[in-house]
């Protein structure tokens, strides 16, 4: 990847999942932040490189408040909704689950396991159980009770269950989408949701485009995803060292 940043850096993308890739893991979701430095170094990426986003399953608005350059496309809710070049945009068919989305919501509070934190992210919900890792099975339980009722789908995450309208995105489609034109792409991403982005990787490379997958290797990190990755560092400050690196590269 750092020669092609040298080589052709106007067609390379810089893509990166937020949670444990960027930041550090906290107990509470809404008090993550990029670690010192991140900022600056996707910013400065982002004047040199074809494309540099954040593809994540955070909700474009958490995203906006990091303060990340114009210039880096944050991918929020796994394609659901982005900011790209300053223009806000949503997946047509999300508005529809909102009502939905707010409603399940609204009943996990009020009748969900005791030590489950609910997280509504506008257009899918996250039921966490890290406070209480021994209720992870009444969390799936419940998960899979209100999938069964409102017709949303149910996807594994860190130390919680995720419920997302039934709808073809992912962090993968969601990546092939903003990679589009370009001849080199990476990825990094530190857990079980990330996969799909190495597979939208794959998908990529079989159309000739270099790709390298990045796994960014913490205590939570999923052994599939550090399996599948042609590159690990250690942490977020492995992936900023690495992000500086392909500054220096692409600016070379």
């Known amino acids: 990847m750092v020669e092609r940043l040298r080589l052709s850096p106007g067609l390379t993308g810089i893509f990166s999942d937020f949670d444990g890739t960027l930041s550090d893991i906290v107990s509470d979701p809404e008090t993550a932040v990029p670690v010192a430095g991140v900022v ?14 954040i593809v994540s399953g955070r909700p474009v608005d958490f995203l906006v408040r990091q303060h990340f ?42 009748e969900g396991p005791h030590g489950m934190r609910v997280e509504s992210k506008g257009f899918s919900m996250t039921l966490h159980f890290r406070e ?3 209720i992870e099975a009444e969390v799936q339980e419940w998960a899979a ?17 995720e419920l997302h309208p039934p709808i073809t995105v992912d962090k993968g489609s969601a990546l092939v989408a903003i990679a589009q034109g370009l001849t080199a792409a990476c990825f990094l991403g530190d857990d079980v949701g990330d996969l799909p982005a190495f597979d939208g990787l794959d998908e990529l490379a079989r159309d000739g ?20 990755a042609d590159l ?3 942490g977020p400050a492995g992936a900023l060292n690495l992000l500086r690196q392909f500054s220096a590269a692409a600016s070379a």
């Open 40 to 53: 600056d170094a996707l910013g400065a990426l982002a004047t040199c490189v074809g494309r540099v986003a």
């Open 69 to 110: 350059s114009p210039a880096v496309a944050l991918i929020g809710v796994y394609g659901l909704e982005s900011v790209v070049d300053g223009v806000r945009s949503e997946h047509v068919l999300g508005r529809e689950w909102a009502e939905v989305i707010n409603d399940v919501a609204a009943q996990s509070e009020a």
């Open 132 to 134: 209480h890792p021994e």
């Open 145 to 161: 009770l209100q999938a069964t009722g409102s017709g949303l789908v149910v996807r594994p995450a860190r130390m919680s269950f």
């Open 209 to 228: 485009v270099a790709t390298m997958r990045i796994a960014v290797r913490t205590s939570e990190s999923s052994r599939a995803l550090l399996d599948r």
């Open 232 to 234: 690990v560092v250690d």
